[in-house]
């Protein structure tokens, strides 16, 4: 008799694998751009929207990340678990269909022609995320995509430009998760339950983050690395992480 949580947990470890099989190549070339990004004082910006958006956010300032990543997060795209009432999903669903928004996020952010933009799609094809990619390849900068090629190359796009993530990013960082997302299935019940896209973007996005501080070490270079204040160091964290928003605001001053 099957358990459904251990089968869960077995099939996301061997997607997890799947991504350290075939992606290693994929990661590396996102983290040298990156890398090449924070070298020259420049950003690494990160989206996503819906369940995207969480990777996009552990990619600063979370513990053991490198500063230099820059989390764009907007409110009306990451609130909708509250589900019904004020950010509710109905308003998730429209707003993140909606062309030009992506272009209106822009606008609110200096960006320059050496930064970076990563974004993070399951779909990797509704409006707002292709207006990001669109736009950010218009400004000159390398963009890469962490997304589903099995479920965004079976699905047509969403945007004006009839591109989907992966067809435009410079480096593309498949998941592999099949269309449907969830996996696993409990007799009686319609539908399946499991979702793995979001731990597999998240850990594919951490796994950035330590290929980007070792190719930073590698050229002569200390990364500003956040540490966790919840231990008995929580004095000495403080103090480094207070030297990394420091020099955050160093790179954002300069724009």
Not at 124 to 129: E, F, M, P, S, Y
Not at 134 to 142: F, I, P
Not at 228 to 237: F, R
Request: glycine letters at 8%; hydrophobic letters at 40%.
């Amino acid at each position: 008799m099957s358990v459904p949580p251990k089968e869960y947990l077995k099939i996301l470890i061997g997607r997890l694998q799947n991504v350290a099989d075939t992606q290693i190549e994929a990661i590396d070339k996102a983290a040298e751009i990156c890398a090449k990004s924070i070298l020259n004082d420049k950003l690494v910006f990160t989206f996503g929207t819906g369940h995207g958006s969480f990777a996009a956010m552990e990619m600063f300032p979370r513990t053991g990340t490198v500063t230099g990543f820059r989390p764009i997060v907007e409110s009306s795209m990451i609130s909708f678990h509250r589900v019904l009432g004020d950010g509710g999903a109905r308003q998730y669903r429209f707003i993140h269909s909606q062309e030009g928004y992506g272009d209106a996020i822009l606008a609110s952010h200096q960006l320059d022609p050496d930064d970076t933009m990563l974004i993070f799609s399951h779909s990797g094809l509704n409006a707002v995320t292709l207006d990001i990619a669109v736009a950010a390849k218009k400004y000159g900068m390398k963009l890469i995509g962490v997304t589903s090629i099995p479920h965004s190359s079976s699905t047509p796009s969403r945007h004006s430009s009839n591109k989907r993530l992966f067809e435009i990013s410079d480096v593309v960082i498949d998941t592999d998760v099949p269309k449907g997302d969830a996996v696993i299935e409990i007799p009686n019940m319609k539908g399946k339950t499991g979702a793995t896209s979001t731990s597999i973007a998240i850990a594919i996005g951490h796994a950035i983050n330590v290929a980007t501080a070792d190719k930073i070490v590698s050229a002569g270079r200390d990364p500003f690395i956040m540490v966790s204040p919840n231990t008995t160091e929580k004095e000495s964290a403080t103090a480094q992480n207070d030297k990394n928003y420091a020099e955050l605001w160093r790179r954002l001053r300069m724009r």
